[in-house]
């Protein structure tokens, strides 16, 4: 098993990709600390079937942008398990707006959870981690994290950018000391919207002038299959198949740099 005597902490366990990237992590011998925002109830569940696989589980409800409720995560989870050896920053919030249509409140809040949420889960482990010499750092990002794919995805855009420029600050800072860290990119991957609403442009009388899902905002799930090579949609297991590499001693030599999971559509 490749993560047995390790503890992972996965933020944004509760449902889709976190979930799977939790179940597989287990089944490949990790503890874990499991942490969604809401989702009781589904994270519950999450923890019940990683721990059937055998391995012991902290389920913690939080919001990772608040580093206060970040503090008390980390330190429950060093008080049950000693250690963490793994990092997967799973979490992501987007709204589709122009630039100035965003309230000062709403931009904070996106870059809060977009790339805060690392900085303070890291500033929490950072000692522990050099103490030992040793861990991994794994943040999900996206194709956003490289552009801005429409007027609507400013906001998005600029804290996914933030987010791989702190990976690659990262790397170089905690290199010295045998620690990781990586982005791991996906797109045209089968999730199930969760919000919706946040995918939705309205116009000025709340009309809505721009709409769409999880994928790409104006095509359908077999226009979106044909944007890949593979001429599919790529599945959550095949994430966290990814991000399990990244976690592991597999990926040694590999620091500071962006895991693309997108089936060939950003070539």
């Known amino acids: 098993m490749r993560l ?20 597989t992590f287990a089944r490949e011998g990790a503890d874990l600390i499991l942490v969604a925002r ?27 942008g608040n580093y206060e409720e970040v503090n008390h995560v980390v330190q429950s989870g060093l008080e049950r398990f000693g250690k963490v050896d793994v990092l997967m920053n799973v979490v992501g919030i987007r709204r589709n707006k122009l ?18 949420s690392t900085f303070y889960l890291v500033k929490a482990l950072a000692p522990g981690m050099i103490e030992r010499k040793s861990g991994s750092i794994i943040a999900m990002g996206g194709h956003s994290a490289l552009t801005c794919s429409t007027p609507y995805t400013a906001a998005l855009a600029a804290s996914k950018h933030a987010l791989y420029g702190l990976i690659k600050g990262l790397a170089q800072a905690f290199g010295p000391y045998g620690v990781r860290a990586n982005l791991l990119s996906l797109a045209n991957i089968e999730t199930k919207v ?3 609403e946040s995918y939705i442009v309205r116009g000025p009388r709340g009309e809505i002038i721009h709409t769409g899902t999880q994928l790409d ?4 799930e077999e ?3 044909r944007r890949s090579p593979l001429g599919r949609l790529g599945t959550q297991q095949e994430v966290a198949n ?12 590999i620091t500071g740099d ?4 997108a089936g060939g559509v950003y070539m």
């Open 99 to 116: 630039p100035w249509e965003f309230s000062y409140e709403e931009w904070h809040h996106i870059f809060a959870v977009n790339a805060h």
């Open 223 to 225: 226009e979106n299959k």
């Open 38 to 64: 809401k989702l009781g109830d589904e994270l519950k569940q999450v923890a019940k079937e990683c721990e059937s696989i055998g391995v012991q589980v902290l389920p913690m409800l939080a919001d990772v």
């Open 194 to 196: 969760l919000d919706p």
């Open 217 to 220: 905002p104006s095509t359908t």
């Open 258 to 261: 962006r895991m693309v999971c």
């Open 4 to 23: 047995k005597g390790k503890t992972a902490l996965v933020a944004g366990a509760g449902r889709n990709v976190g979930r799977t990237i939790a179940l």
């Open 242 to 253: 990814a991000a399990l590499f990244l976690a592991s001693d597999e990926s040694s030599y």
